[in-house]
Nanobody, 124 residues
Framework: QVQLVESGGGLVQAGGSLRLSCAAS????????MGWFRQAPGKEREFVAA????????YGPNSVKGRFTISRDNAKNTVYLQMNSLKPEDTAVYYC?????????????????WGQGTQVTVSS
């Protein structure tokens, strides 16, 4: 069993930055690929970024490429999402997820464990 707890969300003005953290329990964290997804009101949950056990990353929408960076610290059982140049359209609940494979995936159905989410609100 893996438990994920996100933190770091909040209210920020457009152009600002936030760093989300996701702390994982369990001794096998380093074997799991990790992902970040987000869900805006009335929309489907969408893939944002993912990272393999070794640190290879992949990103979702073109709108986040170059602005968001995913990273992980296996010694701390933590994955991060650094978000810069935030836009109002980035407003959503952001979820951390763990996949019981070493390679990342863009599909939410392939992630077994999920956090409860952290709200990110970007004001214009």
């Amino acid at each position: 069993q893996v438990q994920l707890v996100e933190s770091g969300g909040g209210l920020v003005q457009a152009g600002g930055s936030l760093r989300l953290s996701c702390a994982a329990s369990g001794r096998t964290f380093s074997n799991y690929a990790m992902g970040w997804f987000r869900q805006a009101p009335g929309k489907e949950r969408e893939f944002v970024a993912a990272i393999s056990w070794s640190g290879t990353s992949t990103y979702g929408p073109n709108s986040v490429k170059g602005r968001f960076t995913i990273s992980r610290d296996n010694a701390k059982n933590t994955v991060y999402l650094q978000m810069n140049s935030l836009k109002p359209e980035d407003t959503a609940v952001y979820y951390c997820a763990a996949r019981t494979f070493m390679s990342p995936s863009r599909l939410k159905s392939e992630y077994r464990y999920w956090g409860q989410g952290t709200q990110v609100t970007v004001s214009s």
